[in-house]
């Protein structure tokens, strides 16, 4: 069965420390995967996008891998901070039309000072 | 401030009840998006509607029913519903779907409580 899965555990992690957080997936071939950002009682916002053919994607502090032939994401937070506490979830575009976006379980990432 | 706002925030029905949902988006879109967020649950596309056509049903139950009038408006009007369906229903919206994908922007969400 198609499946994506996240950090099964919250993660917590040292202020200041890189968060790494995973995303698997089996039986699909995405060819784009997005990662969000949700806060408690709020709607997911978007952070980051990665197509399959890029290896690799920054935005600040953060970056994205994304290796299609392990059908993994790596999602890092370097230099954390308490304010990048939340859950982090990935998403796949398995159609590769734009829309249809299938999203994992999240993973909540607690930064403590 | 996403640019896309949902009304009511909050919402208690009873399951004899008939109620609407509202999602309205200011950044001129042209896809829009319901989803059910459950407790300890991935989110769940319900509806997708692109160009005001809907373009996916993902299996959801006739008691849910879509309405998109505009590019700008998206309804979700609720009859007969179960305690299961407790939930929160996230609207979003993004540029229209092609040969590309495109983030899609969030509402705050309703909070919906079935008794």
């Known amino acids: 069965s198609q499946k994506i899965e996240q950090n099964s555990e919250a993660l917590n992690i040292q202020e200041g420390k890189t968060a790494t957080l995973t995303c698997n997936y089996t039986?699909?071939?995405?060819?784009?995967l997005q990662w969000y950002r949700q806060d408690p009682g709020r709607g997911p916002v978007f952070l980051l996008l990665?197509?399959?053919?890029?290896k690799e994607k920054r935005k600040e502090r953060l970056k994205v891998t994304f290796d299609t032939t392990l059908k993994q994401s790596l999602f890092h937070i370097t230099a954390s901070q308490p304010a990048d506490s939340a859950t982090y979830l990935c998403?796949?575009?398995?159609?590769?039309?734009?829309?249809?976006?299938?999203f994992g379980q999240g993973t909540e990432l607690s930064v403590k000072p | 401030e996403t640019g896309v706002t949902q009304t009511p925030r909050h919402l208690v029905m009873g399951m004899t009840n008939k109620k609407s949902l509202k999602c309205e988006q200011h950044?001129?879109?042209?896809?829009m998006y319901w989803y059910k967020q459950s407790a300890k649950k991935p989110l769940e596309l319900m509806f997708v509607?692109?160009?005001?056509?809907?373009?996916e049903n993902n299996s959801v139950p006739s008691r849910f029913s879509p309405e998109c009038p505009n590019s700008s408006h998206l309804f979700l009007h609720l009859h007969t519903l179960q305690p299961e369906d407790s939930a929160l229903y996230l609207c979003?919206?993004?540029?229209?779907?092609?040969?590309?994908?495109?983030?899609?922007?969030f509402g705050p969400g309703t909070r919906l409580t079935v008794t």
């Open positions: 950044l001129g879109h042209n896809a």
């Open positions: 998403a796949l575009d398995i159609t590769g039309q734009g829309g249809k976006l299938i």
């Open positions: 039986n699909y071939s995405p060819a784009y």
């Open positions: 990665i197509r399959e053919n890029e």
């Open positions: 979003a919206s993004s540029q229209g779907r092609g040969r590309e994908t495109y983030e899609q922007y």
């Open positions: 509607y692109n160009f005001k056509e809907q373009t």
